[in-house]
């Protein structure tokens, strides 16, 4: 989405605005490391408690940089003869005000995800679990902030059919800016806890201030047995979907804390094996489990994708490489917003005297071939990316584009690949492996691991707790007994 220099004043509600020369914006930058396309750049100066954005305006202006949102006396126009400057009070609220007017021009389903704890896992595996069925835009990593938030509404565009995005708050008074921005569809409340509980007098007044976040929401989803929360959202007086293992729920749950879950939703029964037990994973599961059903997803779906559901621990994770290689694995999934976050630690490893990308096709993306690979290509050039391994049919077409001087190799499968990389074909370098789920890149990752061997250690401790019990029935019940 590009928007024209005329346009943006009234869409950041400047002040005053400098604009010598016209001009067209595309992206957003708040940190100056990140610069990848001047021209078409909008630098937001924000002030910070340990960084002045206005510091940098000069050295961006100097690296091609045309476009400004600053405050008032904090530059000197005659050292930017060249630069549009939108003056304005509140350069964090010119931010939110320009990434709210780009979201009112979509009309999809966006949902808004709050509360203490599971936010990130939970908008992570619901891509997982619904990208299949929709073209997806998310926040990158745990982008939920004042200004994390606007920043992520801003890569929506008209492809999209789905949006998942949260927001956080530390203190009274953030989520109002927040909800305007958002202007979500769907809440999503994932529980209430004791993070950043110093910002608020009490945990009613948190919870209160989280659900602020759902005022242009249209239903609100989440867990029905907590007396506080129950309150506060009856007191919305908002459509609600919901689910409890011990109140009464639109969806009702039943789950003894292993593997097994039976659900009873509109009369039918319905049976899910869980990919992870402990309980914080069960919630947020069921979390997802409550959005697809409000989606539609038809239960033998949900079934199967819970099967493939991967922990986010698999996301950029740093092993060692055979042949002293260092291996940056983030095999579980292929996006153009992950790509630019995973090729980031890249350039601090300057160690390594190769920088390799093993990339997949990219699969619903949303966006045509042509631009999506194009920025892929600035993206590899931004990086200094020494090598490239492109495997699928679409990734080919950077062929073409990407600089001669980079190596370039291109597979049609992983199959292909696997069976004619040879072991010491990577020496000393640091290798980024990204892939979509259908390439089975974990193969990839596999193959170029140092090999190690461990024992793992097991314990069932519901087996030992039933041999306790089963001692303790042996003995009067005067006697003690002490286990170690």
Not at 330 to 353: C, F, I, K, T, V
Request: net charge neutral.
């Amino acid at each position: 989405m590009t928007y024209r220099t005329e346009q943006l004043a009234d869409l950041l509600g400047a002040e005053r605005a400098v604009l010598p020369q016209p001009g067209q914006v595309s992206q957003l930058l708040i940190d100056s490391r990140l610069l990848q396309s001047p021209a078409r750049t909008l630098f937001v100066a924000i002030t910070g408690s340990y960084r002045d954005g206005h510091h940098f305006v000069r050295e961006l202006y100097g690296q091609g940089v045309r476009h400004f949102v600053v405050q008032p006396g904090r530059v000197d126009e005659t050292q930017l003869p060249q630069a549009n400057l939108f003056y304005v009070s509140d350069t964090v609220n010119a931010l939110q005000r320009l990434a709210a007017r780009h979201r009112q021009r979509f009309d999809l389903p966006v949902v808004g995800i709050t509360g203490s704890n599971g936010k990130t896992i939970i908008k992570e595996w619901l891509f997982q679990l619904l990208h299949p069925d929709y073209r997806i835009c998310r926040s990158p990593k745990s982008y939920n902030s004042q200004v994390g938030l606007p920043l992520s509404l801003w890569k929506l565009h008209e492809a999209h059919e789905l949006g998942l995005f949260e927001a956080g708050v530390s203190q009274t008074g953030e989520m109002e800016h927040l909800a305007r921005t958002l202007q979500c569809t769907i809440g999503l409340f994932t529980n209430i806890g004791s993070a950043h509980q110093e910002g608020f007098a009490s945990r009613q007044q948190k919870i209160e201030e989280k659900l602020k976040l759902f005022g242009p929401a249209e239903v609100i989803l989440y867990r029905r047995g907590n007396p506080m929360v129950d309150e506060a959202i009856d007191r919305l007086g908002k459509p609600t979907f919901c689910w409890s293992t011990q109140a009464d729920a639109d969806v009702q749950v039943e789950w003894q804390g292993g593997v097994e879950c039976e659900l009873r939703y509109q009369n039918r029964d319905m049976h899910f094996r869980l990919p992870y037990t402990d309980e914080a994973s069960f919630e947020n599961t069921m979390h997802c489990i409550l959005l697809m059903l409000w989606l539609g997803c038809e239960a033998d779906t949900i079934a199967e994708r819970l099967s493939r559901l991967e922990p986010l621990g698999m996301r950029l994770e740093r092993t060692a490489g055979i042949n002293g290689c260092l291996l940056i694995n983030d095999s579980y999934n292929a996006d153009l917003e992950g790509l630019a976050a995973a090729l980031a630690p890249l350039r601090q490893l300057d160690a390594y005297r190769l920088r390799t990308v093993i990339l997949s096709d990219i699969l619903q993306s949303g966006l045509p071939p042509e631009p999506l690979y194009q920025q892929v290509a600035a993206l590899l050039k931004r990086h200094k990316v020494g090598r490239f391994i492109g495997i699928g049919e679409a990734v080919q077409s950077l062929r073409p584009i990407l600089p001669s001087s980079m190596q370039q190799q291109y597979y049609p499968d992983t199959d292909a690949f696997l069976q004619q990389q040879a072991h010491d074909d990577f020496q000393d370098e640091v290798i980024l492996i990204k892939g979509a789920r259908p390439f089975a890149f974990e193969r990839i990752a596999r193959r170029l691991s140092v090999q190690t061997h461990q024992t793992a250690l097991e314990v069932n401790l519901s087996a030992l707790l039933h041999n306790v019990r089963a001692y303790q029935r042996q003995l009067r019940p005067d006697t003690r007994l002490a286990v170690m």
